[in-house]
């Protein structure tokens, strides 16, 4: 293997998993979750995007095969303006009930609101009232509130005797520095999943909020994981990956403010692409992407490559504490996982972990 540049690590700190667009068959995700058990990675998400297949099937159909490996499962991010808290809970709490507590929930504002004019009003109190909604019913209390968006009458609890060994983890999904302090201030959140930058320095700054918000409340910021969840595209074809990148840049880019201002890429090129793909002109969106927000937003190249750009989002425990390669191209998704499982996660495992 090449020799490397010289990068700082906090040995035993750094996890690693995957996650995955909701587009395929639901035997596709269970061939994917006996990946993630073979190569040793310790978290699976699906992500709950709008206009994509909904994450809780998909889930359901993978609990079996992760079941008591220890591997932890779920869904990122559900947000509140699509789904009321309760019923984020009840699902949240059945599919840690088949895993047997090894479960988890992302949850924050969401995208592509805008294409069927959803309102989103205030999404920080948003996101904090249906996180104490959530957390109230899943620690299997009865749940009484008065918040300013949310209201739950105090007869509100499951209706089905719920039984799990833990509490699932609560995440917060999100990247803009208010929602980061959100989740250092709230006790009831493990850590914050921050999508698509692949930049060491903003999650350093996503970092410092968290920590902020922990010392507003004298908590300790490290009991939050800082993840970040890139689209990858690993090929031995450079060329190839390079230009994958590019097309699946395209989709996300009009929502990744304000990551966008920080690495500089342009409000006309942002505005450019949304209009391409309000035409359904996806060719002319990848083409407006430019390789300043395609190197920013996902992660691609070669395996070594795969292996350099994801230690510069680990260095020196500024950045990330995890990282969950994101997925999302069907039987290409099969032929990216061994690559990385056979050729990057060991690598990374023996370097970062000591």
């Not at 929930?105 to 205030?122: N, Q, S, V, Y």
């Not at 840049?249 to 929502?255: D, N, T």
């Amino acid at each position: 293997m090449k020799t490397r540049k010289h990068y700082d690590y906090h040995p035993g700190t750094a996890r690693f998993g995957l996650a995955f667009q909701a587009s395929q068959p639901l035997d596709h995700y269970v061939r994917c979750a006996k990946l993630a058990k073979k190569y040793g990675f310790d978290m699976v998400q699906v992500y709950d995007d709008l206009l994509f297949k909904p994450a809780w099937p998909i889930l359901f159909a993978m609990a079996p095969e992760l079941r008591g490996s220890g591997i932890k499962l779920g869904p990122g991010v559900v947000n509140p303006f699509h789904m009321h808290p309760a019923l984020i809970a009840a699902h949240v709490a059945s599919l840690n009930e088949e895993m047997d507590g090894d479960s988890f929930l992302m949850i924050g504002r969401g995208a592509f609101h805008d294409l069927f004019e959803i309102k989103t009003p205030k999404p920080i109190a948003a996101t904090r009232e249906a996180i104490e909604i959530i957390h109230g019913l899943l620690s299997g209390s009865s749940v009484k509130y008065d918040g300013e968006i949310f209201r739950a009458k105090p007869e509100v609890r499951f209706h089905w005797d719920y039984i799990a060994p833990n509490l699932p983890q609560i995440w917060i999904g999100g990247w803009g520095p208010k929602m980061a302090e959100l989740a250092g201030r709230m006790k009831q959140v493990s850590g914050i999943m921050v999508s698509s930058i692949t930049s060491g320095s903003y999650l350093a700054h996503i970092r410092e909020r968290v920590r902020a918000g922990a010392d507003s409340i004298s908590r300790s910021a490290d009991e939050i994981e800082i993840g970040c969840v890139p689209g990858t595209i690993i090929s031995k074809d450079r060329d190839a990956a390079r230009e994958l990148a590019r097309t699946a840049s395209a989709v996300y880019l009009p929502y990744l403010e304000p990551m966008t201002d920080y690495v500089g890429v342009k409000r006309d090129e942002i505005e450019s692409v949304r209009e391409a793909l309000w035409r359904n002109d996806l060719v002319m969106a990848a083409a407006l992407v430019s390789d300043k927000a395609v190197d920013s937003f996902k992660l691609w190249g070669t395996p070594d490559e795969i292996i350099d750009k994801t230690l510069r989002m680990l260095d020196s425990g500024r950045g990330a504490d995890r990282i969950n390669f994101g997925f999302g191209r069907g039987e290409q998704d099969i032929e990216s996982i061994n690559l990385l499982g056979e050729k990057v996660l060991p690598y990374l495992l023996e370097k970062v972990r000591g």
